[in-house]
């Protein structure tokens, strides 16, 4: 990791400045794909090696979990993934507008309580950013295991001009898509007897 970290590590511009995703692939990236949270890296890695000619944008702030990524891009000679090991929310305000193609938010932390909600990655603010960061067109990708968080994550992310959500019938969220391979998360909610949501919105160009 010492090796290959360096190599593929993002370093957030230190006066706050846009950091423009694709020059991090000198622009021959055909679209820019962004995970949030990856925690073990087993998405994101299956994302890259099914899409080389994406450019990936990993965070995840859990060393442990980017460790894990480093080794899953070294075994399958993975080069179109760069990496944030650290928190994303001050990243997301130096994300040029519709400067991502695809946006994935898999699992993330649901603290239940209702003291600790303030904490959910997903808020009205930053639900407002990934629609920045993302090109009419493009997609958010949503998941999660906990109810609480599907309803809160909906409360955020419906009504909106600027996203559309793509669910027509309820397997449309119940099952997951065939281009989106399972997390560890996803396995350890259906062990423990849990039915994920997974939750597709289109980012849509209201005039
Ligand atoms: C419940 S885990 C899910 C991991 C993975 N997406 C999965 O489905 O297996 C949530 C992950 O989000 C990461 N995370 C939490 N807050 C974050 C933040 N502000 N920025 C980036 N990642 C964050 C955590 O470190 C953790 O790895």
Known sequence: MRDMLPEIEIAPDEHGGLIDPAALFGGEKREIWMEIGFGAGEHLAWQAEHNPDIGFIGCEPYINGVASLLRHAADRNLTNIRVLPDDV??????????C??????????????????????????????????LRPGGELRLA???????????????????????????EDWRV????????????????????????????TDPK
């Open 89 to 98: 929310r001050p990243f997301l305000d130096q994300l040029p507008r519709a």
């Open 100 to 133: 991502l193609d695809r946006l994935f938010v898999l699992f993330p932390d649901p603290w239940p309580k209702r003291r600790h909600a303030d904490r959910r990655i997903v808020q009205f603010d930053t639900v407002d950013k990934f629609s920045h960061a």
């Open 144 to 170: 999660t295991d906990d109810p609480g968080y599907q309803r809160w994550m909906l409360a955020r992310a419906t009504g909106r001009a600027d996203l559309r959500w793509l669910a027509r019938h309820p």
């Open 176 to 203: 997951r898509p065939e281009d989106w391979p399972q997390t560890r998360y996803e396995a350890k909610a259906f062990e423990e007897g849990r039915s994920p949501a997974f939750l597709r919105f289109e980012r």
